[in-house]
Structure formats: C-alpha cells, structure tokens
C-alpha cells in the first residue's frame, strides 16, 4: 500500500537495525514459544542459546554480534504508518515510538583465565513490547523455524521477512530485482543486470521455498523488444500465495 510504511530509528549507542537482528529476533520467539508463550512477553535464555539456534561459531565475536543486536531490537525506535495489524480491531493501524523490546537484562560470563564461565545462576531475559506480545498470540507474526534461520544468510532472512509481511497483504506480489534490493537497502553497486542480482538470490530463495509449502516463489526474465544493452534489469522476484 502507497501510505504504508516503517521508519526505524538508530539506537544511539548501537546504531541503526541489521540484517542480522532478523535472525535473532525469531530466535527470541522461538524462546518465548517454547516457554509457554507468557502474555508478560518475558523470555529468558542465554547468549550461548541464540548461538546454538542460529549454528553460529561459538566464540567472543558472534557473543558481541548478538548482544549487541539485542541492544539494538531494545534500543531502536519503530514508526509504523499504517503497517501494524491490531488484533482487536482486526486492521492495520498506526504506532510510534514502539521498541520490540521494552526490557532487557544481559547476564555476563565470567572470564577465567583463557576459558569463559557461563553463570550458574541468574538469565539474561528479554521482554517484547505488549502490542507485539499481542500480535505474536494471535498468530499473526508467522513463526520462522530454527532450520531456516540455521541455513538463511542475513540477505536471505530479509527476502524472508519481506516475502512475509507482502503475502500478507497480496496474493501475488512481482517486483524488478533492482527494486527489490533497494527496497531491503542492499547494495547493487558495480551490477549491472538484473540476472547477476537473481543468481545471488536463488540459493535463499529455494531455501525458503522449501520451508514454506504454501508460497510459490520464482525468479523470471522478463522478454522485452528494447536493445540488448538497455536490458539491464528486467529480472522479476514473482512470490505467490499457492491455492487452498
């Protein structure tokens, strides 16, 4: 829709949203789902547990990549025009100034020598915002499962992330690749054609084709008359709902 729109603002310690937080907010869900789904919203794990759920490296860098991510999903600031379903009122509405999350308590491991001591008590914990708390329990925020976000890379977790919010509203949605890298912010300086962009997101996308049964995902040239040096971009994503 023309008047919708999310316009995220950086965490001034943090920095603006990436890619990677995408991966490690379902992962959170995950959490939360596994734990009863607490209308609180609270969800408490460890570091270590997001590591595992994503099959990352264990190691000091990936422990900073993602505290620092889930700094971000607390500190970011999220505008919503006209992009957030209300559960109550069954339409899509307006919010400001939303955080994902609204608490946020990391317990830090104690470093012994050459080794690091995760804590024998105490959690790190999170807790989602109560509008998001609502959407996750009435099941319109679609769960990623832990096999997907063990195999996505961060670009592929944003087509799967914007494959998701566009199927909501559209059966059938078809985009110029070019577009659609611009639209997820991602770079296509230096490429020129359409089709190196579609090599690139094959891969992801037949990864998430296969997780999720009900969308028809493609990529397809499009056959135009103009000059072969003006075709420089006529590759469409084509995602679909399939039939019930």
């Known amino acids: ?92 509405t307006s919010l400001r100034d939303k955080n994902i999350l609204t608490d946020l308590l990391i317990v830090e491991p104690r470093r012994e020598g050459d080794t690091i001591q995760l804590p024998l008590t105490g959690m790190t914990y999170a807790v989602f915002d109560f509008e998001v708390v609502k959407n996750l329990l009435g099941n319109f925020t679609r769960p990623v499962s832990l096999r997907l976000l063990q195999t996505l890379s961060e670009r592929g977790m944003l087509f799967e992330s914007y494959i ?9 949605v078809k985009k110029d690749v070019f577009e659609l890298w611009a639209d997820l912010g991602l770079r296509t300086k230096g490429i020129n054609y359409g089709s190196q962009l579609a090599s690139r997101m094959r891969r992801d996308l037949d990864k998430i084709a296969r997780s999720k049964p009900a969308w028809q995902l493609r990529l397809r040239e499009i056959q135009d008359t103009r000059p072969q040096s003006e075709l420089d971009s006529r590759t469409q994503a084509v995602c679909r709902l399939k039939p019930t």
């Open 1 to 92: 829709d023309l008047d919708a729109s999310v316009t995220v603002q950086a965490s001034g310690e943090y920095g603006m949203m990436r890619a990677f937080d995408k991966l490690v907010l379902p992962a959170l869900v995950h959490f939360w789902n596994d734990q009863g789904r607490p209308k609180t919203g609270h969800v408490s794990f460890q570091i270590i547990d997001i590591i595992r759920a994503l099959n990352r490296k264990d190691d000091g860098k990936t422990y900073e990549l993602i505290k620092r991510s889930l700094h971000r999903l607390r500190g970011c600031l999220i505008q919503y025009q006209l992009s957030f379903f209300d559960t109550d009122k069954k339409e899509w």
């Open 164 to 172: 998701n919010a566009v199927l909501y509203r559209h059966a059938t």
